[in-house]
């Protein structure tokens, strides 16, 4: 269940949410395309938010101009973007809080905690500039022809989740993932109001700012951003008297998609009360099962959103009893898939070829995927480098197939179950060379 709506009463109403109930007050400025009400439709950020509800009391919003906020008609000054996170900090009756800013949200963070320190507890910087556009004096930014590539990309694919490449690679290659940031996308702003943020962000300088600002700061870079490089980062935190510094391995711009999001959490928990906590997380050996229906969506176009329903309704109780008879786990299900886990390889081969048996009477194929790794387990979900191998690997499957990693074959060995040899492939986000396996016979 996500936090209720609401929204302040002055001269532009902005929406935010409250969650969490911790003595310290955490204010979270999205990058620049956001929606309250869109963001906790997919797990990855779910689970971010929630781990910062964990040790606070969160305010996440959308700035003027943006999602569920009043629309602009071209967008605001910088100040009065400022504004807005007074605006939430006076409408949850907040006389102090912690601010973290992401990306273009930095800069929001920056210029409050320099005009407002007596309102500002701490400052933490993800992945954020202090000017994005290349300079003379600043080699960090962004190059000419980049600029125009991002800006044409917006343009003519917004709305279709085109940035997502960038932004979250280790997801990227998720189709429902796509589908959800798409709609986010179009529900933050048209791609004219989306030109013109981004042309405004471009423009948008602070450096003089830096300076000024006197309240603990953290600044957090993501070592293989392609947006954001971490020479920003580098130099925020050269040009803010007394910041930390801290550069975590990813592939992408956004921490809470990172197989090592974790660490992004702890070390804003760590810098903001001194402890990193982990409430309610514990670490496993489990085998992961993907599996998803081959061809959903034009099947779903097809017969109609009934006759998919009742489909969908039979693919769950299917999957579910099959995770059960294995003495599985159902973590989640993914809309046309599912994710379970279980304690034992082969085990978790059978549940997903009965599945697959099962469903075909029904005139459904899926394909599956499966890795056995160590995954944290926290608050009824699970994350890790396991979790995006399992998906990657399900990624390869054709339909009606079931592939493993060599570390589920080599756990299966004596167990009667046969294989094919599928290669090596690169998995999307996951480091090396991985070896495939097709079950062959169960």
Not at 51 to 62: P, Q, T, W
Not at 288 to 305: M, N, Q, Y
Not at 422 to 438: D, S
């Amino acid at each position: 269940m996500q936090p209720d709506i609401r929204y302040t009463d002055g001269d532009a109403q902005i929406a935010y949410q409250v969650l969490g109930h911790g003595d310290l007050d955490l204010v979270f400025a999205f990058d620049w395309a956001s929606n309250v009400e869109l963001i906790w439709q997919h797990a990855s950020v779910e689970r971010f938010l929630r781990r910062l509800a964990s040790f606070s009391r969160l305010v996440v919003f959308d700035p003027r101009g943006m999602g569920l906020s009043d629309p602009v008609i071209t967008p605001p000054a910088p100040e009065e973007w400022m504004d807005d996170v007074r605006a939430v900090m006076d409408a949850v009756g907040s006389p102090q809080a912690a601010i973290v800013g992401h990306g273009h949200g930095g800069q929001l963070g920056a210029m409050f905690a320099a005009s407002h320190p007596e309102r500002t507890r701490a400052l933490v910087l993800i992945n954020a500039f202090a000017r994005l556009r290349r300079a003379q004096d600043y080699p960090a930014g962004m190059p000419e022809h980049i600029e125009r590539t991002i800006l044409d990309q917006i343009r003519l694919g917004w709305g279709s989740g085109i940035s997502l490449a960038t932004l979250a690679p280790e997801i990227a290659g998720d189709e429902q993932t796509i589908r959800w940031w798409a709609s986010v996308e179009r529900a933050a702003g048209s791609p004219r109001r989306a030109v013109r943020k981004q042309e405004l962000v471009l423009d948008f300088d602070i450096r003089h700012v830096l300076p000024a600002i006197s309240v603990p700061t953290l600044v957090m870079s993501t070592n293989g951003d392609p947006y954001v490089i971490p020479a920003h980062g580098r130099f925020l935190a050269e040009h803010i008297p007394g910041a930390r510094s801290l550069e975590l391995a990813g592939p992408g711009h956004w921490p809470w998609a990172s197989g090592d999001a974790a660490d992004s959490m702890d070390a804003i928990e760590e810098f903001l009360t001194g402890t990193r906590a982990r409430l309610g997380t514990e670490r496993i050996l489990a085998t992961l099962a993907f599996t998803d229906i081959v061809g959903s969506t034009e099947l779903a176009a097809e017969i109609g959103d009934r006759r998919w329903r009742e489909l969908l309704e039979t693919h769950d109780s299917v999957a579910r009893r099959e995770v059960e008879k294995a003495r599985g786990q159902m973590v989640k299900s993914t809309g046309d898939g599912m994710l379970a886990t279980f304690d034992g390889p082969a085990r978790a081969i059978r549940a997903v070829r009965g599945i697959g048996e099962s469903l075909s009477a029904v005139g459904l194929q899926i394909r599956g995927g499966l890795h056995t790794g160590e995954v944290e387990v926290r608050d009824g979900d699970i994350g890790g480098i396991a979790v995006h191998i399992g998906s990657r690997v399900a990624d390869l499957a054709g339909a009606g197939e079931v592939l493993v990693s060599s570390t589920v074959k080599d756990l299966v060995a004596g167990s009667g179950i046969d294989f094919e040899d599928r290669g090596q492939h690169e998995l999307k986000g996951v480091p090396g060379e991985w070896q495939i396996y097709a079950v062959a016979s169960v």
